[in-house]
Nanobody
C-alpha cells in the first residue's frame, strides 16, 4: 500500500524554481507533522521543512529559510514544497514524510517519522 507519493522533481539551473508535491492517503495525511527531507549520495538524510498539520506552523532548516516554502491543501491531501533561488547544493533526492512525533522530539530528525514516500530527484546545475 503506497501511502505517500512525491512528484515535481527535475533538473533546473541555479536560481531557478521547482515545486514538489506529495499526495498522501487520508490516514497518513492526518498525522500531526508532514515534511520534506533530502538525502544526497554519501550524506545523511536531513530535514528541510516541516508543517504542523493542526496549527499550520512551519519549520525550516537554516539552509533553506527564505527560499523554500512548505504548504498544504487539505482538500487534496497534498503537501507542497516551493523551492526558489535553487543552488547546486540543493541537489538531492527529496522525500516526503509524515509522523506524530514524540513529545520533545526534534522536528527535523528523520528518525521521528514513520511514513515515507519513494522520493523525487532534484538536480540543480551551476
Amino acid at each position: 500500500q503506497v501511502l505517500l507519493v512525491e512528484s515535481g522533481g527535475g533538473s533546473v539551473q541555479a536560481g531557478g524554481s521547482l515545486r514538489l508535491s506529495c499526495t498522501a492517503s487520508r490516514s497518513t495525511y492526518d498525522r500531526k507533522y508532514l515534511g520534506w527531507f533530502r538525502q544526497a549520495p554519501g550524506k545523511e538524510r536531513e530535514g528541510v521543512a516541516i508543517i504542523y498539520h493542526g496549527g499550520h506552523s512551519t519549520y525550516y532548516a537554516e539552509s533553506v529559510k527564505g527560499r523554500f516554502t512548505i504548504s498544504q491543501d487539505n482538500a487534496k491531501s497534498t503537501v507542497y514544497l516551493q523551492m526558489n533561488s535553487l543552488k547546486p547544493e540543493d541537489t538531492s533526492m527529496y522525500y516526503c514524510a509524515a509522523g506524530d512525533l514524540r513529545v520533545g522530539a526534534r522536528l527535523l530528525d528523520s528518525s521521528e517519522y514513520g511514513y515515507w514516500g519513494q522520493g523525487t530527484q532534484v538536480t540543480v546545475s551551476s
